[in-house]
């Protein structure tokens, strides 16, 4: 199974700053047939299903805003909020969808400082 | 706008069946763009990937429940299902059926929380 390490763990940024979420899979989730790194970013509010935000990497999915960002390749990758808002407290989790099973970062919980 | 419902008991005995249902509404489970899985969450816990299943029935399974589970699909009633037999506590969760699209889960339903307990 590809393991898919997030950090960090919590992170706590003051309204209107920019926040980072790191993902690491351990093996490269980069198709080279199509250049596309099968990877996807999710937020979860509580009591909610995850929303999509990113897809193949940095994508942004229909309707997420754009100071959501996802970036990086191969092995490395990153979820940028360049201004946070108050609606954006939440959990994050990365995903792999380059092989089955399928598997998600341990998440990354956003509070407002 | 495409909707996802999980249905079924909220409770199940230990070393029985749990069976869920989850109905599409908006559009047609049959689209050849689609795949339609599981996810669950323990209470307090991260996402953990079940399975997919294609309109056509080609079904992929997490090994960690590949003896447990069967994915299923009805396009009759636009639905598919999740049988994981055998639970126990450990399977207490948050089940989630989703939509994926070019791989990632576009689609979710609210999800449905199942206790295993006597």
């Known amino acids: 199974d590809i393991v898919m390490t997030q950090s960090p763990d919590s992170l706590a940024v003051s309204q209107g700053e920019g926040a980072t979420i790191n993902c690491k899979s351990s093996?490269?989730?980069?198709?080279?047939?199509?250049?596309?790194?099968?990877l996807a970013w999710y937020q979860q509010k509580p009591g909610q299903p995850p929303k999509l935000l990113i897809y193949w990497a940095s994508t942004r999915e229909s309707g997420v805003p754009d100071r959501f960002s996802g970036s990086g390749s191969g092995t490395d990758f990153t979820l940028t909020i360049s201004s946070l808002q108050a609606e954006d407290v939440a959990v994050y989790y990365c995903q792999q969808y380059y092989s089955t099973p399928y598997t998600f970062g341990q998440g990354t919980k956003l509070e407002i400082k | 706008q495409l909707q996802l419902q999980e249905s079924g008991p909220g409770l199940v005995k230990p070393s029985e069946t749990l069976s869920l249902t989850c109905t599409v509404s908006?559009?047609?489970?049959?689209?050849?763009?689609?795949?339609w899985g599981w996810i669950r969450q323990p209470p307090g816990k991260g996402l953990e990937w079940i399975g997919s299943i294609y309109y056509s029935g080609s079904t992929y399974y997490n090994p960690s429940l590949k003896s447990r589970v069967t994915i299923s699909v009805d396009t009759s009633k636009n639905q598919f299902s999740l049988k994981l037999s055998s639970v126990t506590a450990a399977d207490t969760a948050v089940y989630y059926c989703a939509r994926s699209s070019r791989g990632a889960q576009d689609y979710w339903g609210q999800g449905t929380l199942v206790t295993v307990s006597s």
């Open positions: 908006g559009g047609s489970i049959s689209s050849s763009s689609h795949y």
């Open positions: 093996q490269s989730i980069l198709y080279t047939s199509n250049n596309k790194n099968n």
